[in-house]
T-cell receptor, first 112, second 111 residues
Framework: NAGVTQTPKFQVLKTGQSMTLQCAQD?????MSWYRQDPGMGLRLIHY?????ITDQGEVPNGYNVSRSTTEDFPLRLLSAAPSQTSVYFC????WGVGGYTFGSGTRLTVV | DAKTTQPNSMESNEEEPVHLPCNHSTISGTDYIHWYRQLPSQGPEYVIHGLTSNVNNRMASLAIAEDRKSSTLILHRATLRDAAVYYC????????????FGQGTELSVKP
C-alpha cells in the first residue's frame, strides 16, 4: 500500500515551459487535492476533486489546470511556468466521510 | 470558509504536556475540527479530528469546547520529534470536504 505518490520529487523549469506534476493514490479515495507551499508559509489550495470527472478551483488556481479521468490519478499541469510558481507542491487524498487526508511527500519545483 | 486562529508559536519542555489552542468562532454545525502537523521538510500528517465530543488516539487528544468555538490539541508528553507546525482546520463537508490551511502554530520542544 503506497499511499499517495508524487512524481517527480524535484524539478527545475525555465520560464514559459510547461509540465505535469503527477499524483497517484492506491487507497480508492474519492477526494483529491493539490496544494502549494511557499517558503515559510502555510499550504494554499490550488484545485481539488470530489471524484472522477469532477474538479473545482481552490484559493490559487491561476496558471494551473487539472483533470480527473480516474479515481487513482490527479495530475496538475503548469501551462506556462513563471518564477512565482517556484514552490513545494503537495497532493492529498481522502475518502468520503470525515476522516483525515493523506499527503504525498511533495514535489519541489524551481522556475528560473 | 470558516476560519481558525492559532498562536504563531509555542514552546514546550520535553516530556511535559502541551496544549495547543485554536479559535473557530464562525464554525458551522457540520464542520469537523481537524488537526494536522508538518514536520520539517515533510508533507502534512493527519493527527486527529472531532465534531462535538472529546477524542483520543495514539498521537494526541482533542478537547472541544461545549459551544464548539474553540478546541485544544493535547500532546500528553512532548518529545523532540513533536517539534512541528500544527494546523487546526475546519473540514467543510458542504463544500466537497476541502481543507483550507491557516498559518498554524510552530511548536518547539526543548530538551
Amino acid at each position: 500500500n503506497a499511499g499517495v505518490t508524487q512524481t517527480p520529487k524535484f524539478q527545475v523549469l525555465k520560464t514559459g515551459q510547461s509540465m505535469t506534476l503527477q499524483c497517484a493514490q492506491d487507497m480508492n479515495h474519492e477526494y483529491m487535492s493539490w496544494y502549494r507551499q511557499d517558503p515559510g508559509m502555510g499550504l494554499r489550495l490550488i484545485h481539488y476533486s470530489v471524484g472522477a470527472g469532477i474538479t473545482d478551483q481552490g484559493e490559487v488556481p491561476n496558471g494551473y489546470n487539472v483533470s480527473r479521468s480516474t479515481t487513482e490519478d490527479f495530475p496538475l499541469r503548469l501551462l506556462s511556468a513563471a518564477p512565482s510558481q517556484t514552490s513545494v507542491y503537495f497532493c492529498a487524498s481522502t475518502s468520503w466521510g470525515v476522516g483525515g487526508y493523506t499527503f504525498g511527500s511533495g514535489t519541489r519545483l524551481t522556475v528560473v | 470558509d470558516a476560519k481558525t486562529t492559532q498562536p504563531n508559536s509555542m514552546e514546550s519542555n520535553e516530556e511535559e504536556p502541551v496544549h495547543l489552542p485554536c479559535n473557530h468562532s464562525t464554525i458551522s454545525g457540520t464542520d469537523y475540527i481537524h488537526w494536522y502537523r508538518q514536520l520539517p521538510s515533510q508533507g502534512p500528517e493527519y493527527v486527529i479530528h472531532g465534531l462535538t465530543s472529546n477524542v483520543n488516539n495514539r498521537m494526541a487528544s482533542l478537547a472541544i469546547a461545549e459551544d464548539r468555538k474553540s478546541s485544544t490539541l493535547i500532546l500528553h508528553r512532548a518529545t523532540l520529534r513533536d517539534a512541528a507546525v500544527y494546523y487546526c482546520i475546519l473540514r467543510e463537508l458542504n463544500q466537497g470536504g476541502k481543507l483550507i490551511f491557516g498559518q498554524g502554530t510552530e511548536l518547539s520542544v526543548k530538551p
